[in-house]
C-alpha cells in the first residue's frame, strides 16, 4: 500500500494474502460497531463522533494511506514535516469518512458483495441507509496490513478516497513549488472547514 519513505519497506515487505471471507466478516464486523455507536441513544453527539473516530482508526490503515497519498513528496519531507502531515491526515480522514456515515441516528448498514481483486486485495461493498437520505454503496478495499485486515481505500460512488486525494494534495504541492508546507497548510485550513460543518450540523 505504500511507496517506499522515510526508510519504511515497500508495501509487499509485508502484505499477506487477503482471504476474501476474512475480509467480508472484518467489514460486517466494523460496519456493525459504527452503526452500534451511532445509534446508541445514551450516547451524546460528542461521544458518537468519538467512538466512531476510534472505531475508524483501527480498522483504517491510516499511515499507509497517508504515505500512499502524499507519494514522491513523502522523500522530500522533513522528519517533522512527515509527523505533522500524518497527524493532520488522520483527522482528515477520520472526519471525512465519520461524515459519510452521518451522525444521527437511524444509520443502517448491510453488505453486498465481495470481490478479490488480487491475491492481497479484496473489495467490499456496502450499502448504507441514512434518515431522510436515499441509500447509497460504499466499497471497501481491504488488505493484510501486519498480520491483520485493514482499509486501505475507500470507493464512493467509483470514486476511489486515495487517487482523488492524492491528485489533490499533488496539485497543492505543483501550485506552491513543491512547498509541503503549503499542502500542510491547507490541509489544517480543510480541518478548520469539517469541524465548522460539524458545528453547523450540530446547531441544526
Same mark, same amino acid.
Given at each position: ?21 476474512? +475480509? ?12 452500534? +455507536? ?44 512527515? +509527523?505533522?502531515?500524518?497527524? @493532520? ?73 486515495? @487517487? ?41
Amino acid at each position: 500500500m505504500a511507496l517506499p519513505a522515510a526508510g519504511l519497506p515497500p508495501r509487499g515487505a509485508w502484505a499477506q494474502a487477503m482471504d476474501i471471507a476474512r +475480509a467480508t466478516a472484518f467489514i460486517q464486523q466494523t460496519g456493525n460497531q459504527l452503526v452500534a +455507536a451511532i445509534n446508541d441513544p445514551n450516547l451524546t453527539l460528542p461521544q458518537r463522533r468519538q467512538r466512531v473516530a476510534d472505531i475508524l482508526r483501527r480498522a483504517v490503515d491510516i499511515e499507509g494511506v497517508g504515505r500512499f497519498i502524499l507519494g514522491r513528496y513523502a522523500r522530500q519531507a522533513t522528519p517533522e514535516q512527515l +509527523a505533522e502531515y500524518m497527524r @493532520l491526515f488522520e483527522e482528515v480522514i477520520i472526519r471525512n469518512l465519520s461524515a459519510r456515515f452521518g451522525e444521527y441516528q437511524g444509520v443502517r448498514f448491510s453488505l453486498g458483495r465481495s470481490q478479490q481483486r488480487t491475491e492481497d486485495d479484496v473489495l467490499v461493498t456496502t450499502i448504507i441507509e441514512r434518515p431522510n437520505t436515499q441509500p447509497f454503496t460504499l466499497d471497501w478495499r481491504v488488505s493484510e496490513v501486519g498480520g491483520q485486515p485493514k482499509v486501505v481505500d475507500v470507493i464512493a460512488e467509483g470514486t476511489s478516497l486515495r @487517487l482523488t486525494t492524492r491528485s489533490e494534495y499533488a496539485a497543492v504541492i505543483q501550485r506552491n513549488g513543491g512547498s509541503i508546507d503549503a499542502l500542510l497548510a491547507a490541509m489544517r485550513n480543510q480541518i478548520q472547514q469539517l469541524a465548522a460543518r460539524e458545528q453547523g450540523g450540530a446547531a441544526r
